[in-house]
């Protein structure tokens, strides 16, 4: 039985209003976005209740703007980061061990991995998403899931998606949309793209279809009907591309890549590898708890997924290529992040987890990737038999 909800708002925006019939507001901290709410009667499982809210973001010359979760008239959002979440907000605890000793706070636990899930105070539930997205008349509006429906009124266009048993992470784009089709199969591929914007749209085409086959082949079905890459505004800073749920939003920039004029690796061949990967290693079928060592079962899938990808594609030569890459970029940085085993990793260590990449291959010339799919695939088939409720899972 629930008779209290404590409902936190997003620091970055104004809540305008936040309410409910069946909520009595009991305490609120503006400072730091905290709601505590009274309930008029008990909640009990598989009760509902319905929360009303409004806010605005403005960004502003002197504090600027949150560039990860950029809103923009023609580009993105990750807006899941602003909406009311529900419970105990981890990122507000004070982190610095000399600060919490001069409070007489005791040391922040562990992301301890003999925890069970149910006593992981690390852990965050999914959600069945159903959204409908109104935007301009001459913008599509991108979110997660599957579309179910699409019309427009009063020179508004409407959009409604649905998604099950996903994280409480989910993101929304609008923008003046090109669309390029193709299919793998029976599952449809879109390319949401900025009209002038269109020099590598074949090529990640082609890179879709061969992710979804050699994925398809090693690991198991694609969980849903649709792959859809958006674009997003280069307004937009923290990622070259992010995955949720059939959906993957990638940066314009990689639209912008020659590809044959020395810029680099085959960057579309990589961002589709590994983001496309995501929907078996984290967004669908794996979905580890957030703790220690949980970056191995998404991030490290993922860039060994990528690796298999530009071998197939480039050879063996190419793929030591990449791997030295990663390797530099984990030597040059592990003075700040410190050195951790992959299987106790912090999650959030992103370099400690891109050595992953260096390890899987490692293991790739020990043991071969005949074997190492097959190990995958396998803990892919035995993770389906467990209750979707107690994972919880990140993917970037």
Request: hydrophobic share 40%; glycine share 6%; aromatic share 12%.
């Amino acid at each position: 039985m629930i008779s209290e909800i404590l409902i936190n708002s997003a620091l970055d925006v104004s809540m305008l209003t936040l309410n409910s019939n069946d909520l009595i507001l009991k305490n609120k901290d503006e400072k730091f976005g905290q709601y505590l709410f009274k309930t008029k009667k008990e909640i009990m499982p598989n009760d509902s209740l319905e929360i009303n809210f409004e806010f605005e973001y403005q960004i502003t010359p002197i504090n600027g703007h949150q560039s990860f979760n950029a809103i923009v008239d023609n580009g993105s959002l990750r807006i899941s980061n602003y909406f009311p979440s529900i419970g105990y907000q981890l990122d507000h605890e004070i982190s610095d061990e000399i600060e919490r000793k001069k409070r007489a706070m005791a040391a922040l636990p562990a992301l301890d991995s003999v925890h069970a899930p149910i006593e992981n105070p690390y852990n965050y539930q999914f959600i069945n998403l159903n959204v409908l997205v109104s935007t301009s008349a001459d913008q599509s509006a991108i979110c997660v899931g599957e579309l179910t429906d699409h019309y427009s009124i009063n020179h508004r266009n409407y959009f409604h998606y649905r998604a099950e048993n996903i994280p409480f992470r989910f993101a929304v784009s609008s923008a003046k949309y090109a669309i390029q089709k193709s299919n793998y199969g029976d599952v449809s591929i879109e390319i949401f793209h900025d009209p002038k914007h269109h020099q590598n749209i074949s090529h990640l085409i082609k890179s879709i279809q061969k992710t979804l086959a050699y994925c398809e082949n090693n690991f198991g079905k694609y969980p849903y009907q649709t792959v859809r890459f958006a674009e997003i505004s280069s307004f937009t800073r923290g990622f070259a591309a992010t995955a949720y749920p059939a959906t993957i939003y990638i940066n314009e920039k990689q639209f912008h890549l020659n590809l044959t004029g020395g810029e680099g690796q085959d960057v579309i061949n990589e961002l589709a590898g590994h983001e496309l990967s995501h929907q078996w290693w984290g967004n669908a079928l794996l979905k580890p708890v957030y703790r220690q060592g949980s970056g191995v079962l998404t991030e490290t899938l993922a860039q060994y997924t990528q690796l298999m990808l530009y071998k197939n594609e480039y050879g063996e030569a190419k793929m030591l290529e990449m791997v030295e890459v990663y390797r530099e970029m984990y030597e040059s940085s592990k003075a700040f992040s410190g050195e951790e085993a992959l299987y106790s990793a912090d999650p959030d260590n992103a370099n400690v987890i891109n050595k992953g990449l260096v390890k899987m291959y490692e293991l790739y010339l020990l043991i071969g990737e005949a074997k190492i799919n097959a190990a995958l695939r396998a803990l892919l088939e035995a993770s389906v038999s467990v209750e979707a409720g107690d994972y919880a899972g990140f993917v970037g």
